[in-house]
């Protein structure tokens, strides 16, 4: 089991923060997408690094150690509205194998970076991939449990 370790009670969550936390992560129909609990220690991350999306940090701002937090997100503050502009149309036969519904497909966009989408339809003449992602569109549910709070420009510096 993991201590809780706050030196200082006041501690909050603010950017910047190095904070260590367990979290899951569900669809607003309770199935489980991603969950840090199985893990030996918790996720260590630094307020504003990127890990998560806005609206899953925007929920641990003003938390300290030994807090827990369930929040509701909107498709708005979690993984984006489902936008039907991202369902695009192809000729079935310029697929080198045909595709199979609900099958992830990887494309490559005009900069070269891998892009990945999920076949939605197939015919004889149009599949229709949509590039969306998964969770877009779904109410979130995300539920955190912090360890340790430090406050930011704490982290210590290591030197090589």
Known sequence: MTDF?????????????KVDLHF???????????NT????????LVMGDGSLLP???KALFGLRAGDR????????DAFGPWNPENVQKFDTVKFAERPIEGHMIEFEDKAKQSLYGVVKTVG???????????LAGKNISFEVEIFKVT???????KIM
């Open 5 to 17: 370790i706050n030196p200082n009670e006041d501690t909050r969550i603010e950017a910047g923060s």
């Open 37 to 44: 609990r199985n893990r030996e220690t918790p996720v260590s």
């Open 24 to 34: 899951s992560v569900a669809i607003e129909d309770g199935v489980e997408i991603d």
């Open 55 to 57: 609206g899953f940090e």
């Open 124 to 134: 004889e003449d149009i599949t229709e991939v949509d590039f969306n992602h998964p």
């Open 69 to 76: 937090r369930t929040v509701s997100l909107p498709p708005e």
């Open 151 to 157: 406050p930011a420009g704490q982290q210590g510096i």
